[in-house]
C-alpha cells in the first residue's frame, strides 16, 4: 500500500524553555565490571538507585532505561547522534503519565554505555537493540527514533523476530540514505560529513556547542526563542560519548542505505519530519521514506527544526499519542 502524506499547516506553537536536568549533578560511581557474556542482565546497585545494563556478545554493556508497569504497551526511544537516552526525557515523561511502559537506551560509544573502538556501524546497533528485546522480552512494542536512530529503527524492525514490534515511528530521520551519489543525487555532498569530522577530531566541545546552538534547534533563525540550557543539555550528552564512536557514527548515519529495510517493513509507520530541518533536510528523506514503505504515513511539520521534539513537545507528542492509539 503507498504512503498516505499528511501536510499539516503550520504550526503556531511558541518555544519554550524546558527545564532540562535542573541543573542537578550527574552522581559517578564505580561500576563492577561484568565478565563477557552473550545478552547478560547487569543491575548496579549504588546505594539505593540501581542503573541497568545488558551485556552484548562483545562484551559491550549498554544502559538502558526501563519505567512503568511491565505489562503495560512498550514504547522504546532511539536517539539520534551523539546524544543520549537523556534526549527522550519530555517523551518520556509525558507517556509515562498516559500509562505506557517507556524504554530507551544509550546506543554504544554514546552516554553511558562503552566507549567502544569497534561495532559502530548500524549492523551491530540493530543487534544491540535486538539483544534488549530479547533480555526484556518485549512484544508488540513501538519503536520510536529520532534522526540516527530513526535508521537504527529502520534496520531494526526490518530484520526482528515476529511479535517483537507492533508499530513504528521516525522523526527528522535519516533514511533513506544521506549521502549524496548517482542513485541519490538530492543527498548532501559527502564533503559534508567528512567536514562533520574534522570539526570532530579538532575541537569536539566547541563542535558540540555550535551545533545546538545553531542548525540542530533552528536557533540561528531569526525570531528563534535560544534556550541556553537545552543547548547545555545538548553538549552535556554528547561529551558523555566517545569520540572514536562518535566518529565512526558519522559514516553510519550518512552513508547507510534503508533503502531495501524501508521495503520491507510492512507494519504501520508513522514519518514526522520539520520542512525546516537543517540537519537532514526534508526533501531527500521523509517523503522518499514513506514512499518506500508498504503502510507509512508522513506528517510535515511546516517550519519546524530538527530537534523538534525539544522545541515541541506538545505538538509532537499529542501526534504519537493520536498513532500509538489509532487502529492503523
Known sequence: MKATVISLPSV???RRDLLIGGGAALAVATLPKPAPAATASTALEQGSSTMSYITTNDGTEIFYKDWGQKDAQAIVFHHGWPLSADDWDNQMMFFLGQGFRVIAHDRRGHGRSTQT???NEMDTYAADVAALAEKLNLKEAIHVG???????????????????VSKAVIIGAVPPIMVKSEKNPGGLPIEVFDGFRAALIANRAQFFRDVP???????????SEISEG???????QGMMGGAKAHYDCIKAFSETDFTEDLKKIDLPVLVMHGDDDQIVPYADSAPLSAKLLKNGTLKTYAGLPHGMCTTHPDVVNADLLAFFKSSS
Not at 537545552?230 to 552535556?236: H, L, S
Request: hydrophobic content about 30%; aromatic content about 14%.
Open 146 to 164: 529520532h534522526s540516527t536512530g530513526g535508521g537504527e529503527v529502520v534496520h531494526y524492525v526490518a530484520r526482528s523476530k515476529p511479535g517483537r
Open 12 to 14: 503556531t506553537a511558541t
Open 230 to 236: 537545552v543547548i547545555q543539555n545538548w553538549w552535556r
Open 213 to 223: 546552538a545553531g542548525p540542530f534547534y533552528g536557533f540561528n533563525r531569526p525570531g
Open 117 to 119: 573502538d569497534t561495532g
